[in-house]
T-cell receptor, first 115, second 115 residues
Framework: AQSVTQLDSHVSVSEGTPVLLRCNYSSSYSPSLFWYVQHPNKGLQLLLKYTSAATLVKGINGFEAEFKKSETSFHLTKPSAHMSDAAEYFCVVSERTGTASKLTFGTGTRLQVTL | DTEVTQTPKHLVMGMTNKKSLKCEQHMGHRAMYWYKQKAKKPPELMFVYSYEKLSINESVPSRFSPECPNSSLLNLHLHALQPEDSALYLC??????????????FGQGTRLTVV
């Protein structure tokens, strides 16, 4: 079975400084990986997905992630944090189940952005 | 239209009540999902429908009864729930038949409180 591990449950950064949210995956074959964001009392929004076409994936709101097979990692980064980035971030792995997909979520990383 | 709409947004119900959660999408997606999310936890898969047929039931208690009346609608019927069933219930949809890296679109969720 595939799984993802988010290495930090809570990350705090100052506004304007870089963001790094770490995710390692476990998969016996090329995984399908995503990052989703959840603002308080809201649903989940897709930030970006790894499609195997490129190892550096650009997403919305200035976020990007790099797939590193040698390190089994898919870390999420942003050059400069904004107050509106404060939210819960989930690293997710997907596997096909018949004609649908089953998403397995990491435990989440809460990003706090301070002035 | 990339929206998944869930109603109601909030629901308080007694342990003897019967209620239903509703989910609607008009993206032409033929896979629909129910997830349950407890406070400060990641979403957990409950059910998957593919082409309006139940394809995955993650050993969910029978007091939760899903229904997919057509390709745009997904319901979750609730009966005789327990206080520990209080959670955010998320609906999602995705394309079918594609690769595992097909993203899922989530609704805003229904915040359920069982009293």
């Amino acid at each position: 079975a595939q799984s993802v591990t988010q290495l930090d449950s809570h990350v705090s950064v100052s506004e304007g400084t870089p963001v790094l949210l770490r995710c390692n995956y476990s998969s016996s074959y090329s995984p399908s990986l995503f990052w989703y964001v959840q603002h308080p009392n809201k649903g989940l929004q897709l930030l970006l997905k790894y499609t195997s076409a490129a190892t550096l994936v650009k997403g919305i709101n200035g976020f990007e992630a790099e797939f590193k097979k040698s390190e089994t990692s898919f870390h999420l980064t942003k050059p400069s944090a904004h107050m509106s980035d404060a939210a819960e971030y989930f690293c997710v792995v997907s596997e096909r189940t018949g004609t649908a997909s089953k998403l397995t979520f990491g435990t989440g990383t809460r990003l706090q952005v301070t002035l | 239209d990339t929206e998944v709409t869930q109603t109601p947004k909030h629901l308080v119900m007694g342990m003897t009540n019967k209620k239903s959660l509703k989910c609607e999408q008009h993206m032409g997606h033929r896979a629909m999902y129910w997830y349950k999310q407890k406070a400060k936890k990641p979403p957990e898969l409950m059910f998957v429908y593919s082409y309006e047929k139940l394809s995955i039931n993650e050993s969910v208690p029978s007091r939760f009864s899903p229904e997919c009346p057509n390709s745009s609608l997904l319901n979750l019927h609730l009966h005789a729930l327990q206080p520990e069933d209080s959670a955010l219930y998320l609906c999602a949809s995705s394309q079918v038949g594609g690769r595992a890296n097909t993203e899922a679109f989530f609704g805003q969720g229904t915040r359920l409180t069982v009293v």
